[in-house]
């Protein structure tokens, strides 16, 4: 990887727990159901909104739900100083024209 850059995919620390797979979502449940592919169905959408979740999981608007799984996710990324990210690149396998959880990375680091 090129110098000053940082990999944001799965299954990496700063990957999206949210796996699109056609038009449905699933939350990676790997950490406690390691033999659980591709992870526990979460909801119908698209690329964007496997985004929006991300978003919505890093600021706390998931909390509402009684879920093992989202709780396990909103722990870990309150555990992880996102501020380590500050100017750097963030390296994912998303398409260059399209939306990535490496934006929400980059727009909380660079705050």
Known sequence: MPE??????RPGKYGNP???LGDQIYLNVKYRRPNLYPG?????GDQEYC????RMLLS???DGLNDPY?????NHFKELDLSVLKGKNLACFCSLD???HADVLLEIANK
Do not use: M
């Open 4 to 9: 000053n850059t940082v990999s944001v995919t």
């Open 18 to 20: 949210f796996i699109l």
């Open 40 to 44: 526990a169905f979460f909801s119908i």
């Open 51 to 54: 985004v929006e979740l991300f």
């Open 60 to 62: 706390g608007d998931l």
């Open 70 to 74: 989202i709780h396990y996710w909103e």
């Open 98 to 100: 399209k939306h990535c």
